[in-house]
């Protein structure tokens, strides 16, 4: 909740399998850094705050950019799934 209220990042776990956490994440106008900081602060987080993932080695995360398409967040309250507008990927040590 910190994130999504605070930071203006919202993020759902879409998976996890092999090892690798599969994220959405919806970046948002008060969110001041880059889509690279956004992934890595939310797969970081899922990582060290959910025990089930101590073991996982990476984090896919697929970013909508609604600080740049406010549609997409219209879209989704909707019910309409957006397109991503990045795939990153994040590895822990």
Do not use: C, Q
Request: glycine share 8%.
């Amino acid at each position: 909740m910190f994130f999504r209220v605070g930071k203006g990042l919202s993020s759902k776990l879409l998976r996890y399998e092999h090892g690798i956490i599969y994220i959405e994440l919806e970046v948002r106008t008060k969110w001041k850094k880059s889509i690279d900081g956004a992934a890595w602060t939310i797969a970081n987080s899922w990582k060290n705050e959910h025990p089930e993932f101590s073991e996982a080695v990476a984090s896919k995360v697929y970013v909508i950019d609604s600080r740049s398409y406010d549609y997409k967040r219209t879209l989704m309250h909707l019910g309409v799934k957006p397109g991503y507008d990045a795939y990153k990927g994040v590895f822990f040590k």
